[in-house]
């Protein structure tokens, strides 16, 4: 007999919090900006040194980044691996990643309080809609009126403030 799968509890990303606690955004947690610490460079990073490059077809870009030994991992690979990107260029692209990280986390973070400002704005936007779908209603009902009663109308005015 098969044993039944286990339970887990959700494994959470490390997240970061604009300080109110409950609004979270989500922050990278890999050490190496570069190659996310998967040895291999990111792809939109190789890019700006080997614009042409195809994942498919070349050759893998190795992450040389001083103090990031992920690298390491994919020696196996030998003839398979770009070595071409050095530890000065690896340095570059994870600075440059890092801060594209921090711009789109700021980024979000703005857009976040944008979006608290907003929300007051919806009741305003829903309470001026109600009322003009009450007006648009009540001068329905005073058209009607008039047609089905044209003497009545004549003498006395129907005041929308009133109704
Ligand atoms: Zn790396």
């Known amino acids: 007999m098969i044993d ?36 291999r460079i990111q792809t939109n990073l190789i890019r700006l040194v080997i614009p042409k490059y195809d994942y498919n077809r070349d050759r893998i870009p190795v992450c040389q980044r001083l103090k990031c030994y992920e690298g390491s991992k994919l020696m196996h690979l030998k003839d ?60 329905k009902q005073q058209a009607q009126f008039e047609l089905d009663n044209p003497q009545a109308c004549r003498q006395e005015d129907i005041d929308l403030e009133d109704i």
Not at 13 to 23: I, V
Not at 27 to 39: A, E, I, L, R
Not at 87 to 103: T, Y
Not at 104 to 118: D, G, H
């Open 4 to 39: 039944p799968l286990p339970q887990l509890p959700p494994s959470r990303l490390s997240r970061a919090t604009n300080g109110d606690g409950d609004k979270e955004i989500w922050k990278p947690s890999w050490n190496c900006f570069c190659c996310q610490d998967t040895g």
């Open 80 to 139: 398979n691996l770009d070595m071409r990107l050095t530890a000065a260029i690896c340095g570059e692209l994870d600075r440059i990643s890092r801060e594209d990280w921090n711009n789109t986390v700021s980024q979000k973070f703005f857009n976040i309080q944008e979006l608290a400002k907003k929300k007051s704005m919806p009741n305003q936007i829903y309470r001026r809609t109600e009322n003009d779908e009450r007006e648009v209603q009540l001068r």
